[in-house]
């Protein structure tokens, strides 16, 4: 009995640990695939954006990330690198499954720029909605 109440009680911990990692506001969400773009974590970046089954292709995921990585690292170092990601607001759609999020990105050279991304929740993950 007392080790199926230690299990119970290590899985809850476990599940718990895993919900807490998820971000759980679209601002949240932006906020990590931002943080992942400017610490050169190319692949976490484009695992926030809502990419069709069609386009998850090794190739075309592939040079997705070669893509990111070549023009996205070139704008933030030519800026002294990304110092912080402000959330400024959340606008939520009503049915709770859509957001247009606003947002600083705060660079190292002290200018900054204010900018909008429309996200999506998919399986109850809130991901960057790149546009068809």
């Known amino acids: 009995m007392m080790k199926q109440l230690i299990r119970l009680g ?10 807490s990692c998820t971000p759980s506001t679209p601002g949240a969400a932006l906020k990590n ?3 992942a773009l400017s610490d050169k974590d190319y692949e976490k970046f484009i695992d926030g954006c809502n990419i069709s089954e ?5 190739e075309i995921r592939e040079g997705l990330i ?5 023009k ?5 170092e030519k800026k002294g690198g990304l110092k912080e990601i402000e959330i400024v ?14 947002y600083k990105q705060h660079y190292g ?21 790149i546009g068809k």
């Open 109 to 129: 050279d002290g200018s900054v720029k204010e900018d909008t991304q429309k996200m999506i929740k998919v399986d109850g993950k809130w991901l960057m909605d």
């Open 89 to 102: 607001s959340e606008e939520m759609a009503e049915d709770g499954n859509s957001a247009i999020v606003t």
């Open 33 to 35: 695939y931002m943080s």
């Open 72 to 76: 996205g690292s070139k704008t933030i």
């Open 66 to 70: 070669a893509m990111i990585q070549e």
């Open 54 to 58: 069609a386009d998850k292709a090794k």
């Open 10 to 19: 290590l899985m809850l911990v476990a599940v718990l640990a895993m919900v």
